[in-house]
């Protein structure tokens, strides 16, 4: 085993700079998360069909594709969600925006909470895992991502809504939040032509967010304003270098009390502001 996890990683090192890591979680895959313990145990040897399974795995991930899509399954924020092929891998840098949402709505007794652009769900269930007495929802427009969406959230208690969040019909059904949070699509044109081989695989609708990739910070401050309560909040992730736009865009929409989250580096990961 220990013969066949360095060859993995050697190949791997083709595609990746994490080899040993990616390697480790192939194996994982096939063998299951405990083999390392069966490893040291001497219970383990490999059958013709689990090396097959691993060398399937391991030619998808040497053409290009992302491992989270190839394990089916991604961990954010301690949580552990379904991710394939049409919707947006959940990035450990949107936790900044979970940690800024849970901060807005701290005191606030049975918060009522909009998750726009919700791709997998993550920020709607990181939201939920934190507050039980949160009510909330989570919108998503397209289809592959909308049905990934409805399985991670089957069981949780969010509401999965299937709508355009750039329609102001779709933000007129919603009144009294108390929270909208967004991880909008938000790359430049410009950004979307350098796009790692592994970004390239995940959805341009969750990526694009127009020639300067401010199209959503445009209109949902605007659209999704008369659905928060007075006092209430948005706080949305951006780009890296969008602050100021994002701010001005916020203020033009009517908000007051920008204020900025960071992450562990000090770079401004998410904006929000009062209504
Ligand atoms: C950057 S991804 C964020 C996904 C998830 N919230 C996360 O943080 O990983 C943006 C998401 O917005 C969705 N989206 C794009 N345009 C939309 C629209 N007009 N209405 C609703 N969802 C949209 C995309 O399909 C994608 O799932």
């Known amino acids: 085993m220990v013969r066949l996890r360095a060859e993995v990683s ?3 090192a083709a595609v990746t700079e994490d080899s040993d890591f990616e390697a480790e979680v192939l194996l994982e895959t096939v063998f299951g998360r405990d083999y390392r313990i069966r490893e040291i145990s001497g219970k383990i040897k490999p059958t013709e069909e689990e090396l097959s399974r691993l060398e399937g795995l391991l030619k998808r991930r040497l053409s290009g594709e992302p491992l989270q899509y190839i394990v089916g399954e ?26 800024a949402a849970l901060s807005l709505i701290d005191g606030v007794k049975g918060p009522r909470v909009m998750d726009l652009c919700s791709g997998t769900g993550c920020v709607a269930l990181a939201i939920k895992s934190q507050r039980k007495d949160a009510e909330v929802w989570a919108a998503e427009l397209y289809p592959e991502a909308f049905e990934i969406l409805c399985e991670n959230l089957s069981g949780s208690g969010v509401s999965a809504v299937n709508a355009d969040v750039l329609s102001a019909e779709a933000a007129k059904k919603f009144s009294g939040l108390d929270l909208i949070t967004a991880n909008p699509p938000y790359l430049t044109e410009k950004d ?32 999704w304003r008369g659905s928060l309560k007075g006092g209430g909040h948005i706080a949305m992730e951006i780009g890296l270098g969008q602050e100021s736009d994002v701010s001005e865009l916020l203020k033009e929409a009517g908000f007051k009390s920008i204020g900025f989250k960071t992450d562990l580096t000090g770079r401004v990961r998410a904006v929000f502001a009062e209504k």
Do not use: H, S
């Open 192 to 223: 979307m032509e350098n796009l790692q081989r592994e970004v390239r695989a995940e959805p341009k609708t969750a990526l694009y967010g127009g020639i300067d990739g401010l199209d959503f910070y445009r209109a949902l401050p605007k659209i």
């Open 74 to 99: 991604w961990e954010f924020y301690g949580l552990n969600l379904k991710v394939r092929k049409g919707v947006l891998i959940p990035r450990q840098d949107t936790e900044a925006l979970v940690e």
């Open 10 to 12: 050697r190949r791997l």
